[in-house]
């Protein structure tokens, strides 16, 4: 394993790739610890070797990509989809060959999906996992950690090897490269800021509208805190502390005592900016305090469309059951409530329902036709 640090060394690697095949890739972000979620490290392997860049290092791994996105390239990733969206919004990165072992590991029916569980079982390695929660952003890293980091893309080809051949076997390898084709779709905007985030924090249905104008400045202003301090909001307040802050509207700071989660140290801390947010809130006309919004109202009852559901889903229970798949990840309730509603006749129009994938059409597509006949 080697550590990357500099322009010159990964224009090199770049150089050394350039005829490999099949690669094995990997990131680790800082969104546990940091505000500016980014890509800290980058993790490459091939069959005998592994790379750890050091990202906030070099310039940028742009002599890597062309080799990402070739289709002479098969790249290798486990649960592809976050590093997929990092990657193409920091670099542009838009990987075409795609082998992801997660998904590759739920078309077999696996009953347990993680990296560590997978390799344990198809390679025989045991991951320390002790490193899971580290902060990746922090300089210098220790040695320990970028080991840590190597192994995660070390051991991917060889499970790869593996999982494609039971794929092979079961005869579900070109269900894989379905699956593959559309999680390379990605959109690089991952981490788009969302202003209406306050409104989910979870406990706050009971909240009134001036309670509700407390709970967005208090929102707005450890977000701005997080941001300038690049820490993950929950170490600037937690979220119960928030809307329970947000709840009691205290009017002076010797109220915020004794809400959970706010220490005297706190208090001291933040306890002044708290008591801003809160007489903002405060001071709001009437007029102006937020209303929750409604969300759309429940359809009403309709028992024939509600048993046609559970005959679907009965199918579909019984499929997963023969073929060995979670019921969830073989078709989810949201695609049986579709497929109730367009009634398809024919495996072509059941293909055109919403996410329909041509291996669930293989895979079950029969029998939910010939229980719809009874809908």
């Known amino acids: 394993m080697e550590y990357i640090h500099s322009d010159e060394r990964l224009e090199a690697l770049a150089g050394q790739l350039s005829g490999a095949g099949l690669l094995a890739i990997d990131?680790?972000?800082?969104?546990?610890?940091?505000?500016?979620?980014?890509i800290c490290l980058f993790q490459v392997s091939t069959r005998t070797d592994t790379w750890v860049i050091d990202t906030l290092a070099v310039s940028d791994i742009a002599p890597l990509t062309p080799l990402l996105a070739s289709d002479a390239v098969e790249v290798v990733l486990h649960d592809a989809d976050y590093d997929l969206r990092l990657l193409a919004r920091d670099y542009g990165v838009r990987i075409t060959h795609l082998f992801d072992t997660k998904?590759?590991?739920?078309?077999?029916?696996?009953?347990?999906?993680?990296?560590?569980?997978?390799?344990?079982?198809?390679?025989?390695?045991?991951?320390?996992?002790?490193?899971?929660?580290?902060?990746?952003?922090?300089?210098?890293?220790?040695?320990?950690?970028?080991?840590?980091?190597?192994e995660d893309t070390k051991h991917l080809p060889e499970l790869r090897d593996v999982l494609r051949r039971l794929l092979e076997q079961t005869g579900r390898l070109h269900?894989?490269?379905?699956?593959?084709?559309?999680?390379?779709?990605?959109?690089?905007?991952?981490?788009?800021?969302?202003?209406?985030?306050?409104?989910?924090?979870?406990?706050?249905?009971?909240?009134?509208?001036?309670?509700?104008?407390?709970?967005?400045?208090?929102?707005?202003?450890?977000?701005?805190t997080a941001a300038e301090r690049d820490v993950a909001p929950f170490r600037v307040i937690g979220n119960e502390t928030l809307v329970e802050i947000a709840r009691r509207l205290p009017e002076q700071v010797d109220q915020l005592r004794g809400i959970p989660g706010l220490s005297d140290a706190l208090i001291r801390r933040r306890g002044a900016a708290?008591?801003?947010?809160?007489?903002?809130?405060?001071?709001?006309?009437?007029?102006?305090?937020?209303?929750?919004?409604?969300?759309?109202?429940?359809?009403?009852?309709?028992?024939?469309?509600?048993?046609?559901?559970?005959?679907?889903?009965?199918?579909?229970?019984?499929?997963?059951?023969?073929?060995?798949?979670?019921?969830?990840?073989?078709?989810?309730?949201?695609?049986?409530?579709?497929?109730?509603?367009?009634?398809?006749?024919?495996?072509?129009?059941?293909?055109?329902?919403?996410?329909?994938?041509?291996?669930?059409?293989?895979?079950?597509?029969?029998?939910?036709?010939?229980?719809?006949?009874?809908?």
């Open 27 to 38: 990131t680790e972000a800082a969104g546990y610890h940091r505000y500016h979620d980014r």
């Open 103 to 150: 998904l590759a590991a739920q078309l077999l029916g696996e009953p347990q999906i993680g990296l560590a569980s997978l390799l344990e079982k198809h390679v025989g390695v045991k991951l320390d996992k002790k490193h899971q929660r580290a902060d990746w952003a922090q300089r210098p890293l220790p040695r320990d950690m970028i080991a840590y980091a190597a």
């Open 175 to 224: 269900w894989a490269h379905e699956e593959f084709e559309l999680r390379v779709q990605v959109d690089a905007a991952a981490a788009s800021s969302d202003p209406d985030a306050w409104l989910r924090l979870k406990n706050t249905r009971d909240l009134k509208p001036r309670q509700l104008a407390a709970l967005r400045e208090l929102h707005g202003w450890r977000e701005a």
């Open 274 to 375: 708290v008591m801003d947010a809160v007489a903002r809130a405060r001071a709001l006309p009437e007029r102006e305090l937020p209303v929750r919004p409604r969300g759309p109202g429940r359809p009403p009852p309709d028992p024939s469309f509600d048993a046609c559901v559970e005959r679907l889903k009965a199918v579909r229970d019984r499929a997963a059951e023969r073929l060995g798949l979670e019921r969830g990840f073989l078709m989810p309730r949201q695609q049986l409530e579709d497929v109730a509603r367009a009634r398809p006749r024919t495996p072509a129009a059941l293909r055109d329902v919403r996410d329909m994938r041509a291996w669930q059409v293989e895979a079950l597509g029969a029998e939910l036709i010939e229980a719809l006949v009874e809908c």
